[in-house]
């Protein structure tokens, strides 16, 4: 298939069937990429209208949004028989760190990450520290080690064992099916609600990725990673998409 060939229904499917959606996982996309900056409220209508272009059936819509009030994610409001939605000032403020690594335009920087090599177990180990086997981690956080080793600087001529571990065969994977879609997807001449849910689903997918491991720089990955090659993709896409995104999210969400 040759670039750009993929129209708008076409690549919404094949986004889609990129992994299996979660649809409270979507929602949570669809605020950070185009409701908070909008004001942070949307009506509840707008949601399933583009919920629904994904494929989202009404039931489970209805059931994520019961799912993300009660776990106090989103909170409800109503005017008349209108219901409405936004994030709760905690689950806003959570989400901060995660959208400054969605939205980067380039992998992480070397700079203050250490290995660490601990003689006995402790039950506090930081949750971006990267197991390399054992008592052994790659981490960023400046924590104590008791009776441990630490050694720090610029890292060259890491392992392919060590670099295997950080970038996880599963999300290679995903990252190549994701790029395999990407570089595919034509933004040209679309209705404003398919370019809205077309870059909802990039961000999504994208999202669903570059979370799922530590912030490094390219260095660090195993050989085939395409991880920034689908960054560099990700934001032309949303670069040419926001026009006619925007024009349909402007006049929805306000």
């Not at 992994?19 to 509840?44: C, H, K, L």
């Not at 039931?59 to 994610?73: P, Q």
């Not at 104590?144 to 720090?152: I, K, N, Q, R």
Request: glycine share 8%; hydrophobic share 45%.
């Amino acid at each position: 298939m040759t670039q750009g060939t993929l129209q708008s229904k076409q690549a919404i499917r094949q986004l889609v069937e990129l992994s299996r959606i979660r649809v409270w996982s979507v929602v949570i996309t669809i605020f950070g990429d185009a409701v908070v900056q909008r004001g942070g409220v949307v009506a509840s209508s707008t949601l399933a209208i583009l919920t629904a272009e994904m494929g989202v059936k009404p039931e489970a819509f209805r059931v994520a949004m019961s799912r993300l009030t009660k776990d106090g994610l989103i909170e409800r409001t109503k005017k008349g028989r209108l219901s409405f939605y936004q994030l709760t000032q905690k689950s806003a403020s959570d989400f901060e760190p995660a959208t400054k690594r969605i939205y980067a335009k380039s992998a992480g920087s070397s700079d203050g990450w250490q290995v660490i090599v601990m003689q006995n177990a402790i039950e506090d180990v930081s949750s971006d520290a990267i197991s390399l086997g054992g008592r052994t981690y790659l981490t960023k956080a400046q924590q104590a080690v008791p009776d441990g080793f630490v050694m720090s600087g610029q890292f060259e001529n890491i392992p392919d064992w060590v670099k295997a571990r950080i970038g996880a065969q599963d999300v290679l994977q995903g990252y190549r099916d994701l790029f395999g879609v990407l570089q595919d997807i034509s933004p040209r001449n679309l209705s404003p609600l398919d370019a809205a849910v077309l870059r909802l689903l990039i961000v999504h997918q994208w999202r669903r990725l570059v979370l799922r491991h530590a912030d490094l720089p390219l260095g660090f990955f195993p050989k085939g990673w395409q991880g920034e090659d689908c960054r560099t993709v990700v934001h032309q896409l949303l670069a040419d998409l926001a026009p006619a995104a925007d024009d349909w999210f402007d006049t929805e969400i306000r």
